[in-house]
């Protein structure tokens, strides 16, 4: 074996070795950071990190495996039903977010969870939504879309919307498809500006009192019970002593009760 062959020998599977290194370094970390039904793309603009695009890929939740670095999220026209707390955490460069054409139908407090600094647009129009946690939407900066969901108008949704205070234009295109006030119903949110919060605390209030009375009365009619009955035990008593043939001193009747009562 000539010195050649040696060297040939060793180092063509070294080659080979380091090639296949190099080619899972290129090949591997892009295929495991764009998410499956997803299209990653460095962002326009000044953007710098990267647009993930999910949108009409039949999801039913929402990817666990998104990029760090994703600035722009569409994962609108899926079947998202649900956002998890937490979902978003580690996206801490996130500043569009579009949840809308979705199934979602509620939101948490932790919804939104560590969007706080960077989010600058979240569009939840068009899902199933009917109540929100009343912090589902704290200290978001964003603006918010929220139109076209069947609403719950009640005092979780006042809190919600009122800690908004820059997104009045959100409050404005909410309708409520039901709510805690009657004439509320099938109107603009903001038509009625009765306090739903009180009426919540005065409803409470109501059905604290009742159940107070409620248990009032029964420990009122136990008392009555038992004194009736121990009224009926004492004459009973004092018929029989009556009854007794030969005793020289009858009791004193009266004081004989109020003793036993
Ligand atoms: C993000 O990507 C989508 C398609 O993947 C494209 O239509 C859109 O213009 C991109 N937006 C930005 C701001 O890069
Ligand atoms: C979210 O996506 C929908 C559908 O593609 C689009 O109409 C809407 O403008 C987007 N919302 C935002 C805030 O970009």
Known sequence: MTPLDLWLSRSIPMCLLLHSLVLMAICFPSASMC?????????????????????????????PDLPPDTVLLQLDHNHIQAVPDRAFQGLRMLRRLNLSHNAVETLGEGAFLGLEASLEELDLSHNRITSVHKDAFARLKARVHVDDNPWHCDCALQQALGGMAHNHEAAARVHCRSSELRDQEGRPFLAVDADLCILARRTTDYAMLVTMFGWFAMVISYVVYYVRQNQEDARRHLEYLKSLPSKPKKPDEPEDISTVV
């Not at 603009?45 to 999801?59: D, F, K, M, Q, W």
């Open 35 to 63: 998410p499956k039904g997803c299209a990653c793309q460095q962002a326009d603009y000044s953007l710098h990190g990267l647009n993930v695009t999910c949108s009409l890929s039949r999801l039913r939740e929402i990817p």
